[in-house]
Protein backbone atom coordinates (compact mmCIF):
# COMPACT_ATOMS: atom_id res chain seq x y z
CA UNK A 1 0.00 0.00 0.00
CA UNK A 2 3.09 2.33 1.01
CA UNK A 3 5.11 1.53 -2.14
CA UNK A 4 1.96 1.69 -4.55
CA UNK A 5 1.29 5.50 -2.86
CA UNK A 6 4.74 6.99 -3.24
CA UNK A 7 4.85 5.54 -7.05
CA UNK A 8 1.61 7.85 -7.75
CA UNK A 9 2.79 10.42 -5.54
CA UNK A 10 6.01 10.51 -8.00
CA UNK A 11 4.46 9.86 -11.36
CA UNK A 12 1.76 13.61 -10.14
CA UNK A 13 4.57 15.14 -9.30
CA UNK A 14 6.60 14.17 -12.53
CA UNK A 15 3.16 15.36 -14.21
CA UNK A 16 3.23 18.46 -12.82
CA UNK A 17 6.31 19.43 -13.27
CA UNK A 18 6.02 19.04 -16.75
CA UNK A 19 1.88 20.73 -16.93
CA UNK A 20 4.44 24.02 -14.97
CA UNK A 21 6.68 23.86 -17.83
CA UNK A 22 4.20 23.85 -20.08
CA UNK A 23 2.33 26.61 -19.07
CA UNK A 24 5.15 29.00 -18.86
CA UNK A 25 6.48 28.31 -21.97
CA UNK A 26 9.45 26.73 -21.23
CA UNK A 27 8.87 23.18 -22.39
CA UNK A 28 12.41 23.05 -24.73
CA UNK A 29 11.26 20.67 -28.08
CA UNK A 30 10.46 21.17 -31.65
CA UNK A 31 7.67 23.07 -30.65
CA UNK A 32 9.86 25.82 -29.95
CA UNK A 33 11.72 25.72 -33.15
CA UNK A 34 8.54 24.82 -35.36
CA UNK A 35 7.31 28.61 -36.65
CA UNK A 36 3.33 29.06 -36.38
CA UNK A 37 2.30 29.40 -40.43
CA UNK A 38 -0.19 32.51 -38.73
CA UNK A 39 2.26 34.16 -36.60
CA UNK A 40 2.64 37.31 -38.79
CA UNK A 41 -0.70 38.92 -39.36
CA UNK A 42 -0.68 40.09 -43.25
CA UNK A 43 1.06 36.54 -44.16
CA UNK A 44 -2.42 35.57 -44.99
CA UNK A 45 -1.64 35.00 -48.74
CA UNK A 46 -3.24 31.38 -49.31
CA UNK A 47 -7.43 31.51 -50.65
CA UNK A 48 -9.09 29.28 -47.96
CA UNK A 49 -10.19 25.94 -49.63
CA UNK A 50 -14.05 26.05 -50.64
CA UNK A 51 -16.14 23.38 -51.55
CA UNK A 52 -16.59 23.16 -54.66
CA UNK A 53 -17.98 21.02 -57.67
CA UNK A 54 -15.24 18.06 -57.22
CA UNK A 55 -12.00 17.36 -55.86
CA UNK A 56 -11.33 18.41 -51.89
CA UNK A 57 -14.19 19.29 -49.88
CA UNK A 58 -16.63 19.05 -53.18
CA UNK A 59 -19.94 19.14 -52.64
CA UNK A 60 -21.53 15.64 -53.25
CA UNK A 61 -25.61 15.52 -53.00
CA UNK A 62 -26.27 12.10 -52.23
CA UNK A 63 -28.89 10.67 -53.81
CA UNK A 64 -27.43 7.24 -54.96
CA UNK A 65 -25.55 4.80 -53.32
CA UNK A 66 -22.29 5.76 -53.13
CA UNK A 67 -18.69 3.59 -52.41
CA UNK A 68 -16.28 5.65 -50.09
CA UNK A 69 -12.71 5.21 -50.27
CA UNK A 70 -10.23 4.93 -47.18
CA UNK A 71 -6.90 5.55 -48.84
CA UNK A 72 -3.65 7.54 -48.67
CA UNK A 73 -3.38 9.99 -51.61
CA UNK A 74 -0.83 12.95 -51.97
CA UNK A 75 -2.00 16.25 -51.91
CA UNK A 76 -0.53 19.84 -50.94
CA UNK A 77 -0.90 21.35 -47.40
CA UNK A 78 1.76 24.03 -48.51
CA UNK A 79 1.07 25.21 -51.53
CA UNK A 80 3.33 23.24 -54.64
CA UNK A 81 4.42 20.36 -51.96
CA UNK A 82 2.44 17.40 -52.57
CA UNK A 83 2.26 14.98 -49.23
CA UNK A 84 1.16 11.74 -48.20
CA UNK A 85 -2.31 12.43 -46.47
CA UNK A 86 -4.98 9.82 -45.46
CA UNK A 87 -8.50 10.75 -47.08
CA UNK A 88 -12.17 9.69 -48.39
CA UNK A 89 -12.24 9.08 -51.36
CA UNK A 90 -15.01 8.81 -53.69
CA UNK A 91 -16.01 8.63 -57.30
CA UNK A 92 -19.32 9.81 -58.70
CA UNK A 93 -20.44 10.94 -62.11
CA UNK A 94 -16.78 11.01 -63.69
CA UNK A 95 -15.67 13.11 -61.12
CA UNK A 96 -12.89 12.46 -57.63
CA UNK A 97 -14.21 13.77 -54.49
CA UNK A 98 -11.80 14.10 -51.55
CA UNK A 99 -13.44 14.44 -48.13
CA UNK A 100 -16.54 15.33 -49.40
CA UNK A 101 -18.96 17.47 -48.40
CA UNK A 102 -22.06 15.04 -48.22
CA UNK A 103 -25.25 16.71 -48.65
CA UNK A 104 -28.64 14.78 -48.19
CA UNK A 105 -31.96 15.64 -47.68
CA UNK A 106 -33.54 15.40 -43.47
CA UNK A 107 -35.32 12.19 -44.19
CA UNK A 108 -33.58 10.45 -47.08
CA UNK A 109 -32.36 6.78 -47.34
CA UNK A 110 -28.65 6.39 -48.03
CA UNK A 111 -26.95 3.23 -49.10
CA UNK A 112 -22.79 3.78 -48.48
CA UNK A 113 -20.23 1.22 -48.36
CA UNK A 114 -16.92 2.24 -47.00
CA UNK A 115 -13.71 0.57 -48.42
CA UNK A 116 -10.74 0.43 -46.39
CA UNK A 117 -8.17 1.14 -48.70
CA UNK A 118 -5.36 1.92 -45.49
CA UNK A 119 -2.61 -1.08 -43.82
CA UNK A 120 -4.53 -1.28 -40.98
CA UNK A 121 -8.38 -0.80 -39.21
CA UNK A 122 -10.86 1.29 -39.93
CA UNK A 123 -14.69 2.26 -39.87
CA UNK A 124 -16.87 5.43 -40.39
CA UNK A 125 -18.60 7.02 -37.96
CA UNK A 126 -21.53 9.78 -38.40
CA UNK A 127 -20.54 11.90 -36.12
CA UNK A 128 -24.23 13.50 -34.71
CA UNK A 129 -26.49 10.98 -36.84
CA UNK A 130 -29.35 9.40 -35.19
CA UNK A 131 -28.65 5.50 -36.69
CA UNK A 132 -28.70 2.18 -35.31
CA UNK A 133 -25.81 0.43 -33.89
CA UNK A 134 -24.68 -1.23 -37.15
CA UNK A 135 -24.65 1.96 -38.95
CA UNK A 136 -23.20 4.03 -36.14
CA UNK A 137 -19.14 3.21 -37.11
CA UNK A 138 -18.44 1.72 -33.62
CA UNK A 139 -14.85 0.56 -33.17
CA UNK A 140 -16.09 -3.46 -33.08
CA UNK A 141 -17.20 -3.05 -36.98
CA UNK A 142 -14.06 -1.85 -37.72
CA UNK A 143 -12.48 -3.37 -41.03
CA UNK A 144 -9.03 -4.41 -41.91
CA UNK A 145 -7.30 -2.80 -45.28
CA UNK A 146 -9.02 -4.51 -48.13
CA UNK A 147 -12.19 -4.96 -46.48
CA UNK A 148 -15.72 -3.25 -46.89
CA UNK A 149 -18.56 -2.05 -44.67
CA UNK A 150 -21.73 -1.63 -45.76
CA UNK A 151 -24.33 0.99 -44.00
CA UNK A 152 -27.96 1.22 -45.10
CA UNK A 153 -29.92 4.14 -43.12
CA UNK A 154 -32.29 6.72 -42.89
CA UNK A 155 -31.41 10.45 -41.93
CA UNK A 156 -33.44 10.84 -39.35
CA UNK A 157 -31.55 14.20 -37.56
CA UNK A 158 -32.77 17.44 -38.58
CA UNK A 159 -30.97 19.86 -40.56
CA UNK A 160 -27.29 20.44 -39.46
CA UNK A 161 -23.58 20.45 -39.94
CA UNK A 162 -22.67 16.78 -39.16
CA UNK A 163 -19.40 15.06 -39.69
CA UNK A 164 -18.26 11.55 -40.34
CA UNK A 165 -14.49 10.27 -39.47
CA UNK A 166 -12.90 6.92 -38.35
CA UNK A 167 -13.15 5.33 -35.24
CA UNK A 168 -11.15 2.41 -35.35
CA UNK A 169 -10.33 1.89 -31.25
CA UNK A 170 -6.69 3.69 -30.84
CA UNK A 171 -6.04 4.56 -34.40
CA UNK A 172 -9.20 7.05 -34.37
CA UNK A 173 -6.73 10.00 -33.40
CA UNK A 174 -3.95 8.88 -36.13
CA UNK A 175 -6.53 8.52 -38.98
CA UNK A 176 -8.05 12.05 -38.51
CA UNK A 177 -4.73 13.77 -37.79
CA UNK A 178 -3.73 12.73 -41.05
CA UNK A 179 -6.47 13.99 -43.16
CA UNK A 180 -9.63 11.94 -42.62
CA UNK A 181 -12.62 14.07 -41.91
CA UNK A 182 -15.67 15.56 -43.95
CA UNK A 183 -18.71 17.21 -43.38
CA UNK A 184 -22.19 15.78 -43.52
CA UNK A 185 -24.93 18.64 -44.34
CA UNK A 186 -28.80 17.80 -43.68
CA UNK A 187 -31.04 20.15 -44.79
CA UNK A 188 -34.66 20.68 -44.09
CA UNK A 189 -37.52 23.20 -44.34
CA UNK A 190 -36.97 25.71 -42.26
CA UNK A 191 -32.96 25.07 -43.65
CA UNK A 192 -34.04 26.10 -46.92
CA UNK A 193 -36.11 29.13 -45.01
CA UNK A 194 -32.92 30.82 -43.89
CA UNK A 195 -30.84 30.13 -46.84
CA UNK A 196 -33.57 31.71 -48.89
CA UNK A 197 -34.01 34.76 -46.10
CA UNK A 198 -30.52 35.77 -45.87
CA UNK A 199 -30.00 35.10 -49.61
CA UNK A 200 -26.84 32.01 -48.71
CA UNK A 201 -25.02 30.32 -51.25
CA UNK A 202 -23.06 27.25 -49.97
CA UNK A 203 -19.51 27.53 -50.46
CA UNK A 204 -19.85 31.34 -50.98
CA UNK A 205 -21.46 33.22 -48.55
CA UNK A 206 -22.03 30.10 -46.45
CA UNK A 207 -19.00 28.78 -45.80
CA UNK A 208 -17.93 25.47 -43.54
CA UNK A 209 -14.68 26.49 -41.59
CA UNK A 210 -12.92 23.34 -40.60
CA UNK A 211 -10.60 24.19 -37.64
CA UNK A 212 -7.74 21.93 -37.59
CA UNK A 213 -3.94 22.34 -35.98
CA UNK A 214 -1.58 20.44 -36.64
CA UNK A 215 2.61 20.29 -36.40
CA UNK A 216 3.88 20.72 -40.17
CA UNK A 217 7.23 18.59 -40.75
CA UNK A 218 10.28 19.86 -42.67
CA UNK A 219 8.48 18.38 -45.90
CA UNK A 220 5.35 20.01 -45.67
CA UNK A 221 3.46 17.54 -44.17
CA UNK A 222 1.89 15.86 -41.84
CA UNK A 223 3.51 12.95 -38.52
CA UNK A 224 1.55 11.87 -35.60
CA UNK A 225 4.10 10.57 -33.29
CA UNK A 226 2.42 12.38 -29.90
CA UNK A 227 4.76 12.26 -26.90
CA UNK A 228 3.66 10.62 -23.52
CA UNK A 229 2.89 14.00 -22.86
CA UNK A 230 0.92 14.84 -25.57
CA UNK A 231 -1.08 11.27 -25.52
CA UNK A 232 -1.76 12.33 -21.79
CA UNK A 233 -3.01 16.48 -22.86
CA UNK A 234 -4.22 15.40 -26.33
CA UNK A 235 -1.66 16.88 -29.45
CA UNK A 236 -1.67 20.37 -30.07
CA UNK A 237 -0.04 21.58 -33.37
CA UNK A 238 1.14 25.47 -33.58
CA UNK A 239 -0.29 25.94 -36.90
CA UNK A 240 -3.61 25.88 -37.35
CA UNK A 241 -4.87 25.16 -40.84
CA UNK A 242 -8.88 26.09 -41.78
CA UNK A 243 -10.53 23.91 -44.46
CA UNK A 244 -6.43 22.40 -44.86
CA UNK A 245 -5.41 25.72 -46.03
CA UNK A 246 -2.82 26.97 -43.73
CA UNK A 247 -2.60 30.68 -43.23
CA UNK A 248 -5.81 31.20 -45.65
CA UNK A 249 -7.70 34.56 -46.89
CA UNK A 250 -11.07 35.14 -47.36
CA UNK A 251 -12.85 37.21 -49.93
CA UNK A 252 -16.14 38.21 -48.71
CA UNK A 253 -18.98 40.62 -49.78
CA UNK A 254 -19.94 43.21 -47.58
CA UNK A 255 -23.53 41.70 -46.34
CA UNK A 256 -24.16 38.68 -44.21
CA UNK A 257 -21.90 35.61 -44.16
CA UNK A 258 -22.73 32.13 -43.04
CA UNK A 259 -19.76 29.83 -41.52
CA UNK A 260 -20.46 26.68 -40.28
CA UNK A 261 -17.54 26.26 -38.03
CA UNK A 262 -16.25 22.21 -37.34
CA UNK A 263 -13.42 21.93 -34.44
CA UNK A 264 -11.91 19.46 -36.62
CA UNK A 265 -8.95 18.85 -34.67
CA UNK A 266 -7.49 16.52 -31.83
CA UNK A 267 -6.98 17.93 -28.91
CA UNK A 268 -7.09 21.86 -29.38
CA UNK A 269 -10.03 24.02 -28.05
CA UNK A 270 -10.60 27.84 -29.57
CA UNK A 271 -12.12 30.81 -28.40
CA UNK A 272 -13.73 32.40 -31.78
CA UNK A 273 -14.46 35.87 -31.93
CA UNK A 274 -13.86 38.01 -34.99
CA UNK A 275 -10.95 41.06 -34.89
CA UNK A 276 -11.17 44.40 -36.20
CA UNK A 277 -7.86 46.36 -35.29
CA UNK A 278 -8.62 46.17 -31.62
CA UNK A 279 -12.33 45.96 -31.78
CA UNK A 280 -14.21 42.58 -31.83
CA UNK A 281 -16.92 42.39 -34.44
CA UNK A 282 -20.39 41.08 -32.82
CA UNK A 283 -21.78 37.97 -34.48
CA UNK A 284 -24.38 35.86 -34.20
CA UNK A 285 -24.77 32.12 -32.96
CA UNK A 286 -27.61 30.69 -35.25
CA UNK A 287 -26.90 26.69 -34.62
CA UNK A 288 -24.81 24.28 -33.14
CA UNK A 289 -24.37 20.34 -33.31
CA UNK A 290 -27.81 19.53 -34.11
CA UNK A 291 -28.80 22.46 -36.02
CA UNK A 292 -30.25 25.80 -35.86
CA UNK A 293 -31.22 27.25 -32.01
CA UNK A 294 -34.78 28.93 -32.31
CA UNK A 295 -33.56 32.45 -31.93
CA UNK A 296 -29.64 33.70 -32.78
CA UNK A 297 -28.14 34.50 -29.93
CA UNK A 298 -25.52 37.66 -30.28
CA UNK A 299 -22.12 37.16 -29.22
CA UNK A 300 -18.49 38.80 -29.19
CA UNK A 301 -16.91 35.49 -28.31
CA UNK A 302 -17.58 31.82 -28.17
CA UNK A 303 -15.68 28.24 -27.36
CA UNK A 304 -15.33 25.61 -29.44
CA UNK A 305 -14.42 22.27 -28.44
CA UNK A 306 -13.18 19.25 -30.37
CA UNK A 307 -15.87 18.13 -32.31
CA UNK A 308 -18.31 20.34 -32.18
CA UNK A 309 -19.75 22.83 -34.33
CA UNK A 310 -21.03 26.82 -34.57
CA UNK A 311 -22.91 27.99 -37.20
CA UNK A 312 -22.28 31.71 -37.19
CA UNK A 313 -23.79 35.13 -38.98
CA UNK A 314 -21.10 37.49 -39.65
CA UNK A 315 -22.45 40.24 -40.53
CA UNK A 316 -20.07 42.38 -42.08
CA UNK A 317 -21.61 45.65 -43.12
CA UNK A 318 -21.00 46.45 -39.19
CA UNK A 319 -17.15 46.25 -40.24
CA UNK A 320 -14.88 48.91 -42.08
CA UNK A 321 -14.65 47.76 -45.60
CA UNK A 322 -11.06 48.79 -45.12
CA UNK A 323 -9.51 46.81 -43.23
CA UNK A 324 -9.04 42.86 -42.51
CA UNK A 325 -11.33 41.18 -40.00
CA UNK A 326 -9.21 38.56 -38.31
CA UNK A 327 -11.11 35.04 -36.96
CA UNK A 328 -9.14 34.72 -33.82
CA UNK A 329 -9.06 32.18 -31.28
CA UNK A 330 -8.37 34.25 -28.30
CA UNK A 331 -6.06 33.48 -25.76
CA UNK A 332 -7.54 31.31 -22.49
CA UNK A 333 -6.35 29.84 -19.77
CA UNK A 334 -6.22 25.96 -21.15
CA UNK A 335 -6.65 24.90 -17.60
CA UNK A 336 -5.13 21.71 -17.72
CA UNK A 337 -4.87 19.79 -14.54
CA UNK A 338 -4.70 22.64 -12.36
CA UNK A 339 -8.26 22.72 -10.50
CA UNK A 340 -10.64 24.43 -9.64
CA UNK A 341 -8.61 27.89 -8.18
CA UNK A 342 -7.07 28.61 -10.88
CA UNK A 343 -3.66 30.70 -11.43
CA UNK A 344 -5.20 33.56 -13.35
CA UNK A 345 -5.22 33.62 -16.59
CA UNK A 346 -1.36 32.58 -18.72
CA UNK A 347 -0.22 35.82 -20.68
CA UNK A 348 2.78 37.03 -22.61
CA UNK A 349 4.65 33.67 -23.07
CA UNK A 350 1.95 32.00 -25.63
CA UNK A 351 3.86 29.59 -27.31
CA UNK A 352 1.48 28.81 -30.71
CA UNK A 353 1.73 25.03 -29.42
CA UNK A 354 -0.34 25.40 -26.44
CA UNK A 355 -3.51 25.49 -26.00
CA UNK A 356 -5.07 28.79 -24.99
CA UNK A 357 -2.58 30.40 -27.01
CA UNK A 358 -3.75 33.59 -29.32
CA UNK A 359 -3.90 32.35 -32.74
CA UNK A 360 -5.15 33.72 -35.59
CA UNK A 361 -7.33 31.34 -37.69
CA UNK A 362 -8.26 33.52 -41.38
CA UNK A 363 -8.24 36.95 -42.57
CA UNK A 364 -11.61 37.60 -44.32
CA UNK A 365 -10.77 40.74 -46.37
CA UNK A 366 -13.93 42.52 -47.56
CA UNK A 367 -14.93 43.03 -51.38
CA UNK A 368 -17.09 45.15 -52.81
CA UNK A 369 -20.40 46.81 -51.62
CA UNK A 370 -23.07 44.51 -51.77
CA UNK A 371 -26.65 45.48 -52.96
CA UNK A 372 -28.16 43.34 -49.77
CA UNK A 373 -30.74 44.53 -47.76
CA UNK A 374 -31.80 41.31 -45.60
CA UNK A 375 -31.26 40.92 -41.73
CA UNK A 376 -31.23 38.31 -39.70
CA UNK A 377 -34.75 36.14 -38.84
CA UNK A 378 -35.93 37.22 -35.28
CA UNK A 379 -37.03 33.22 -35.16
CA UNK A 380 -35.16 29.98 -36.46
CA UNK A 381 -36.56 27.09 -35.88
CA UNK A 382 -39.00 25.43 -33.65
CA UNK A 383 -37.35 23.15 -30.88
CA UNK A 384 -39.00 21.13 -28.72
CA UNK A 385 -38.68 22.03 -24.56
CA UNK A 386 -35.73 20.11 -23.08
CA UNK A 387 -37.11 16.87 -21.54
CA UNK A 388 -37.12 16.33 -18.03
CA UNK A 389 -35.83 12.81 -16.55
CA UNK A 390 -38.06 10.01 -16.12
CA UNK A 391 -35.55 7.34 -14.91
CA UNK A 392 -33.20 8.45 -12.00
CA UNK A 393 -30.06 11.01 -12.99
CA UNK A 394 -26.83 9.50 -13.87
CA UNK A 395 -23.69 10.28 -12.82
CA UNK A 396 -20.24 10.19 -14.86
CA UNK A 397 -16.88 11.54 -13.18
CA UNK A 398 -14.26 12.70 -15.21
CA UNK A 399 -10.84 11.88 -13.83
CA UNK A 400 -7.18 10.96 -14.12
CA UNK A 401 -6.45 7.20 -12.54
CA UNK A 402 -3.24 6.22 -10.65
CA UNK A 403 -1.97 5.09 -14.00
CA UNK A 404 -2.17 8.30 -15.99
CA UNK A 405 -5.45 7.27 -17.65
CA UNK A 406 -8.10 9.30 -18.40
CA UNK A 407 -11.27 7.75 -16.81
CA UNK A 408 -15.12 7.76 -16.98
CA UNK A 409 -16.55 6.24 -13.61
CA UNK A 410 -13.08 4.96 -12.83
CA UNK A 411 -13.68 2.72 -16.17
CA UNK A 412 -11.73 2.75 -19.65
CA UNK A 413 -12.97 1.49 -22.55
CA UNK A 414 -13.40 -2.27 -22.76
CA UNK A 415 -14.59 -3.34 -26.54
CA UNK A 416 -17.09 -5.80 -25.28
CA UNK A 417 -17.67 -4.39 -21.78
CA UNK A 418 -21.15 -2.67 -21.72
CA UNK A 419 -21.51 -0.33 -18.31
CA UNK A 420 -24.51 1.36 -19.15
CA UNK A 421 -27.59 0.31 -20.10
CA UNK A 422 -30.43 2.62 -20.80
CA UNK A 423 -34.01 1.92 -21.14
CA UNK A 424 -35.46 2.42 -24.79
CA UNK A 425 -37.75 5.21 -24.97
CA UNK A 426 -36.32 6.41 -21.47
CA UNK A 427 -35.17 10.22 -20.81
CA UNK A 428 -32.35 10.59 -18.55
CA UNK A 429 -30.41 13.52 -17.21
CA UNK A 430 -26.55 12.42 -17.05
CA UNK A 431 -24.38 14.64 -14.72
CA UNK A 432 -21.08 15.25 -16.18
CA UNK A 433 -18.52 15.92 -13.39
CA UNK A 434 -14.93 16.45 -14.04
CA UNK A 435 -12.21 16.49 -11.13
CA UNK A 436 -11.01 19.84 -9.80
CA UNK A 437 -7.62 18.77 -10.95
CA UNK A 438 -8.19 17.81 -14.71
CA UNK A 439 -8.42 19.73 -17.54
CA UNK A 440 -10.95 20.26 -20.26
CA UNK A 441 -13.06 17.15 -22.02
CA UNK A 442 -15.33 17.36 -25.20
CA UNK A 443 -17.61 14.73 -24.07
CA UNK A 444 -19.32 13.17 -27.00
CA UNK A 445 -22.53 10.79 -27.32
CA UNK A 446 -23.28 8.85 -29.94
CA UNK A 447 -26.58 8.10 -31.39
CA UNK A 448 -29.08 10.44 -29.84
CA UNK A 449 -28.37 14.83 -29.59
CA UNK A 450 -28.91 16.02 -26.20
CA UNK A 451 -29.88 19.07 -24.45
CA UNK A 452 -27.84 20.98 -22.10
CA UNK A 453 -29.62 21.99 -18.72
CA UNK A 454 -26.90 23.56 -16.51
CA UNK A 455 -23.68 24.05 -16.63
CA UNK A 456 -22.33 24.91 -12.73
CA UNK A 457 -18.72 25.38 -11.01
CA UNK A 458 -16.73 26.43 -14.00
CA UNK A 459 -13.93 28.72 -14.28
CA UNK A 460 -14.58 32.72 -14.84
CA UNK A 461 -13.81 32.39 -18.40
CA UNK A 462 -16.47 30.03 -19.63
CA UNK A 463 -19.29 31.68 -16.89
CA UNK A 464 -18.64 34.94 -18.11
CA UNK A 465 -20.05 33.86 -21.70
CA UNK A 466 -23.00 32.70 -19.61
CA UNK A 467 -26.38 33.85 -21.54
CA UNK A 468 -28.58 32.54 -18.55
CA UNK A 469 -29.08 31.49 -14.99
CA UNK A 470 -28.55 28.13 -16.14
CA UNK A 471 -24.83 29.04 -17.13
CA UNK A 472 -25.75 28.07 -20.56
CA UNK A 473 -23.68 29.57 -23.49
CA UNK A 474 -25.01 30.74 -26.54
CA UNK A 475 -24.93 27.34 -28.79
CA UNK A 476 -26.34 25.49 -25.52
CA UNK A 477 -29.98 26.25 -26.37
CA UNK A 478 -29.85 23.69 -29.41
CA UNK A 479 -29.22 19.94 -29.81
CA UNK A 480 -26.06 19.09 -29.03
CA UNK A 481 -23.49 15.99 -29.25
CA UNK A 482 -20.72 17.24 -27.67
CA UNK A 483 -20.24 19.57 -24.53
CA UNK A 484 -17.26 21.11 -23.12
CA UNK A 485 -16.75 19.92 -19.30
CA UNK A 486 -13.97 22.36 -17.83
CA UNK A 487 -11.98 21.07 -14.56
CA UNK A 488 -14.22 21.00 -11.73
CA UNK A 489 -17.50 21.76 -13.20
CA UNK A 490 -20.72 19.84 -13.90
CA UNK A 491 -22.75 20.12 -16.61
CA UNK A 492 -26.19 18.25 -17.09
CA UNK A 493 -27.16 17.03 -20.02
CA UNK A 494 -31.29 15.97 -21.35
CA UNK A 495 -31.20 12.11 -23.13
CA UNK A 496 -34.29 10.73 -24.46
CA UNK A 497 -33.24 7.71 -25.55
CA UNK A 498 -36.42 7.20 -28.29
CA UNK A 499 -35.75 5.27 -31.49
CA UNK A 500 -36.97 2.94 -33.63
CA UNK A 501 -34.31 0.60 -33.88
CA UNK A 502 -35.57 -2.88 -32.32
CA UNK A 503 -33.17 -4.48 -30.08
CA UNK A 504 -30.23 -4.33 -28.31
CA UNK A 505 -28.42 -1.30 -29.88
CA UNK A 506 -24.85 -0.21 -28.57
CA UNK A 507 -23.54 2.97 -28.72
CA UNK A 508 -20.81 4.69 -26.79
CA UNK A 509 -20.12 8.02 -24.65
CA UNK A 510 -16.42 9.43 -25.01
CA UNK A 511 -13.99 12.45 -24.52
CA UNK A 512 -13.52 13.70 -28.16
CA UNK A 513 -9.91 14.61 -27.31
CA UNK A 514 -8.99 11.94 -29.72
CA UNK A 515 -5.65 11.23 -27.24
CA UNK A 516 -7.77 10.76 -24.56
CA UNK A 517 -10.20 8.24 -26.45
CA UNK A 518 -7.55 6.55 -27.95
CA UNK A 519 -6.16 6.02 -24.79
CA UNK A 520 -9.83 4.57 -23.70
CA UNK A 521 -11.79 7.33 -21.92
CA UNK A 522 -14.84 5.97 -23.60
CA UNK A 523 -17.79 3.67 -22.61
CA UNK A 524 -20.03 1.13 -24.16
CA UNK A 525 -23.76 1.89 -23.34
CA UNK A 526 -26.29 0.04 -24.35
CA UNK A 527 -30.29 1.24 -25.41
CA UNK A 528 -32.14 -1.79 -24.59
CU1 LIG B 1 -16.88 12.15 -33.55
CU2 LIG B 1 -17.22 8.78 -31.37
O1 LIG B 1 -17.00 10.50 -32.44
CU1 LIG C 1 -19.85 10.67 -32.77
CU1 LIG D 1 -10.62 14.17 -22.40
Not at 189 to 215: C, H, N, Y
Not at 279 to 293: C, S
Not at 348 to 377: C, F, S, T, W
Request: charge should be neutral; proline fraction near 5%; include cysteine.
Amino acid sequence: MAVAGVVIAAGTAGGWAWWQRRRTGEHAGHDMQAMPLAAEAGAFATPLRLPGTDGLFGVLDVSVPLTIVGKTIRHPILPGKPVPLLAYEVEHDGKTFLNPVLRVRSGAALRVKFRNALDEMSIVHWHGLHVDGNNDGHPRYAVRGGVAYDYQFTVANRAGTYWYHPHPHGLTGKQVYLGMAGLFIVEDDEERALQAALDLKFGVTDVPLILQDRRINSSGGFEYEPSREEIEAGLVGESVLVNLTPAPHFNAPHRIVRFRILNGSNARNYRLAFVQGEQLLPYYVIGTDGGLLERAVKVTEAFISAAERLDILLDLRAADMMRPVMLKSLAFDPKHNEGGGGRGAHAGHDMGAMDGAELALLQINIRGRANYDKAVPARLSTLPPASIGTAADRLFKLALDAKRRWTINGLTFEMNRTPITVKRGSREIWILQNAERSMPHPMHIHGFQFRVLSRANGPEQIARTATDGAGRCAAEHGWKDTVLVWPGETVRIALDFSHPFDGDQVYMIHCHNLEHEDQGMMLNFKVT
